[in-house]
């Protein structure tokens, strides 16, 4: 029986023995396959997928890098001691400590999962994963030189980044419950056992293989999105300031872009007012397709379906209120 069992163990095919075959057969009728996808809709989408994916995958692995060392070399204690205990006071801490991770959307994911497991309430670490992508210097200074002459364009991007992840996580800690979250994204890490690096190693490697995934579905989305939505859209927003915020907003999410390079898409939008284009700086690092599915995929489908609307509403409001205080209103 045993043996039997060890044949057809061995007999069973693979996920690299699949990619091998599709491999050969890409090769072999690579002619064939360039005639059959050798449409520009198909084309202009690939192009979008890949742009995703590069410009996210670097952020992913600092993401999973962080992550593993705050599982293996940062002790619970020092989390506790450093955050004030009311979760009140520790929802802007959270956002501010944002500024110190030059990172996009998708590396705050993992960071954000292992502050949770290292007993950290769940509103303070979602008041950093907003912070961290829309906060930080790297971001704030893309935006300046997008937007050449204009420092109250960046001043306007911190403060209502700012203002989303702070108003986001008081209402999670007054309203949010831990059912929401998938169980294994609040299990406590163990303590002891095998070596820190070992940990680290175990750590990065799984959350970059469960990650990467659910970014691959993210650009996937975000692909056939940008090939659906007509461009002629915003030639028609000129001067509606109003409508041009919602529009705005609603690409933020599809189109997906890295809150690196987001900036310099807003500043060639040059027919819109600053306003629409400053919600769309708020609301894309805080919420878009392929940062959805991220969630999902590590707090879970019910997280997911109550935290992207949550965040979409209050990144809306947060960017037209600081537009109207700090950009002088609606040109």
Same mark, same amino acid.
């Given at each position: ?12 095919i ?22 059959a ?18 410009? &996210? ?12 060392? @705050? ?33 996009? $959307? ?37 935006? &300046? ?24 996580? #008081?209402? #999670? ?6 059912? #929401? ?12 056992g095998s070596?820190? #690096? ?11 293989? $469960? !990650? ?32 041009? @915020? @919602?529009?705005?907003?609603?690409? &933020?999410?599809?189109? !997906? ?11 060639s ?11 769309f700086?708020?609301v ?7 940062? @959805? ?14 935290? &992207? ?7 809306v ?5 600081a ?9």
């Amino acid at each position: 029986m045993t043996s039997a069992t060890e044949s057809r163990s061995r007999r069973r095919i693979t996920s690299l023995e699949v990619l091998c075959v599709v491999l050969v057969l890409a090769l072999l009728l690579q002619s064939q396959l360039v005639d059959a996808l050798d449409i520009p809709a198909l084309r202009t989408g690939a192009t979008v997928f890949v742009a995703v994916c590069v410009q &996210a995958m670097p952020f992913l692995v600092l993401g999973t890098l962080i992550s593993g060392a @705050i599982a293996a070399f940062l002790p619970a204690e020092v989390l506790r001691r450093v955050l004030p205990r009311r979760s009140a006071l520790a929802v802007p801490v959270a956002g501010l400590a944002g500024v110190a991770l030059p990172g996009c $959307e998708c590396a705050s994911v993992p960071v954000a999962r292992r502050l949770m497991q290292q007993g950290v309430a769940p509103s303070v670490a979602l008041a950093f994963l907003l912070a961290a992508p829309a906060v930080n210097p790297v971001v704030l200074v893309a935006t &300046a030189v997008a937007f050449p002459g204009r420092p109250e364009m960046v001043l306007a991007r911190f403060c209502g980044s700012l203002l989303t992840a702070v108003v986001t996580g #008081w209402l #999670w800690a007054r309203f949010g419950k831990a059912s #929401w979250i998938a169980a294994r994204a609040l299990e406590r890490l163990p303590s002891g056992g095998s070596s820190r #690096w070992a940990v680290f190693a175990e750590t990065t490697r799984h959350d970059l293989v $469960e !990650a990467g995934g659910f970014l691959v579905i993210g650009g996937l989305t975000a692909a056939a999105l940008n090939v659906l939505v007509p461009s002629s859209l915003l030639e028609s927003l000129s001067g509606q300031w109003v409508l041009g @915020i @919602i529009v705005m907003a609603l690409l &933020a999410v599809v189109l !997906a872009i890295c809150s690196e390079a987001d900036a310099f898409v807003a500043a060639s939008l040059s027919a819109l007012p600053l306003l629409p284009r400053l919600v769309f700086l708020v609301v894309g690092p805080a919420v878009d397709v392929k940062l @959805i599915a991220l969630q999902a995929g590590t707090f879970g489908k019910a997280f997911a379906l109550r935290f &992207a609307p949550l965040a979409f509403t209050v990144a809306v409001v947060s960017g037209t209120v600081a537009g109207l205080v700090l950009l002088g209103g609606v040109s």
